[in-house]
């Protein structure tokens, strides 16, 4: 008679184990285009970001606050890649959008959408949480094709005022997130969380303490700090260069990850800056 024992490792197991998912990406608010920036203004600095993006290597990024005119003069820019997002004011153009962009040669899309974080999700332009303005997180089921594994990718931009309205809005991320069909599949969250490290949000989403009660059902690790533990981690630096400012750029992803590379990329040509945050950068195995 055959036993069976629940230390026994799957074939499944083993594939995730020897067969991990390598990613190169990157999170980036570009600073939306229609800003009053004066000479930081997008015409004066759109050039800085092609170059960052078509510098970057990456396999999927996403950018925060893009409007659909800035995404259209970076698709012309890298026509090798695809991507998604909808407007934050109708789900159509109109708007903010947290677009993921990703390379089709590599990643197929198996499904993609936008909620926004109110009390009706699925409603373009909802808010309810006191906020002024609408909050997104665009997300996308990914299929990669070297190894033949899917993951997930939820990029987001939190209210930059409202702190009762991001508890809310991490709560709902985290619950969507947890509801995908694949229990064990690997999964990545990242964006622009407007809180520094030391927020209850942050530790939320590692695990560490509830909000409104409730706990986290995914444990993630910000995938920066697994490699940086002590370093300067300023993201926001409002076209100054800072480094030491507050960190509200993040790449979070499931414990099961290991970072080869994880930066913080501050690139400038003669003291000109791409926009007010850095982004930040990760290259990741998913197991």
Same mark, same amino acid.
């Given at each position: 008679?055959?036993?069976?024992?629940?230390?026994?490792?799957?074939? %499944?197991?083993?594939?995730?184990?020897?067969?991990?998912?390598?990613?190169?990406i990157?999170?980036?608010?570009?600073?939306?285009?229609?800003?009053?920036?004066?000479?930081n203004?997008?015409?004066?600095?759109?050039?800085?970001?092609? %170059?960052?993006?078509? *510098?970057? #290597?990456?396999?999927?990024?996403?950018?925060?606050?893009?409007?659909?005119?800035?995404?259209?003069? &970076?698709?012309?820019?890298?026509?090798?890649?695809?991507? &998604?997002?909808?407007?934050r %004011?109708?789900?159509?153009?109109?708007?903010?959008?947290?677009?993921?962009?990703?390379?089709?040669?590599?990643?197929?899309?198996?499904?993609?959408g936008?909620?926004?974080?109110? %009390?009706?999700?699925?409603?373009a332009?909802?808010?309810?949480?006191?906020?002024?303005?609408?909050?997104?997180?665009?997300?996308?089921h990914?299929?990669?094709?070297?190894?033949?594994?899917?993951?997930? @990718?939820?990029?987001?931009?939190?209210?930059?005022?409202?702190?009762?309205?991001?508890?809310k809005?991490?709560?709902?991320?985290?619950?969507?997130?947890?509801?995908?069909?694949?229990?064990?599949?690997?999964y &990545?969250?990242?964006?622009?969380?407007?809180?520094?490290?030391?927020?209850?949000?942050?530790?939320?989403?590692?695990?560490?303490?509830?909000? *409104?009660?409730?706990?986290?059902?995914?444990?993630?690790?910000?995938?920066?700090?697994?490699l940086h533990?002590?370093?300067?981690?300023?993201?926001?630096h409002?076209?100054?260069? *800072?480094?030491?400012?507050?960190?509200?750029?993040?790449?979070?992803?499931?414990?099961?990850? #290991? @970072?080869?590379?994880?930066?913080?990329?501050?690139?400038?040509?003669?003291?000109?800056?791409?926009?007010?945050?850095?982004? &930040?950068?990760?290259?990741?195995?998913?197991?």
């Amino acid at each position: 008679m055959l036993q069976k024992f629940k230390s026994a490792t799957t074939y %499944d197991e083993i594939q995730v184990r020897e067969n991990p998912i390598k990613l190169k990406i990157m999170s980036f608010n570009v600073r939306y285009g229609t800003a009053k920036d004066g000479k930081n203004s997008w015409s004066h600095r759109r050039d800085l970001v092609f %170059d960052l993006l078509k *510098n970057s #290597s990456c396999d999927i990024f996403g950018l925060q606050e893009a409007l659909h005119f800035q995404i259209e003069e &970076i698709m012309e820019q890298l026509n090798h890649f695809g991507y &998604i997002g909808k407007g934050r %004011d109708d789900g159509k153009k109109s708007g903010e959008h947290n677009v993921i962009f990703y390379n089709p040669r590599k990643y197929k899309i198996l499904k993609s959408g936008t909620f926004w974080f109110s %009390d009706t999700p699925s409603v373009a332009g909802s808010k309810h949480w006191g906020n002024k303005l609408p909050r997104i997180c665009t997300w996308a089921h990914f299929w990669d094709r070297e190894t033949s594994r899917d993951f997930y @990718v939820y990029n987001v931009h939190l209210d930059h005022r409202n702190g009762s309205c991001r508890k809310k809005s991490i709560e709902l991320l985290c619950k969507k997130a947890s509801q995908h069909e694949h229990k064990n599949t690997p999964y &990545i969250v990242m964006g622009d969380f407007n809180v520094g490290e030391k927020n209850e949000i942050i530790h939320f989403l590692k695990g560490k303490n509830k909000i *409104n009660n409730s706990e986290n059902p995914l444990i993630l690790e910000d995938t920066f700090r697994k490699l940086h533990p002590n370093a300067t981690g300023g993201t926001f630096h409002m076209f100054w260069g *800072n480094k030491r400012g507050p960190k509200l750029d993040y790449i979070f992803a499931t414990q099961k990850c #290991s @970072v080869l590379e994880s930066n913080i990329i501050r690139t400038n040509v003669n003291g000109k800056f791409p926009s007010d945050h850095f982004p &930040i950068y990760s290259h990741l195995l998913l197991q």
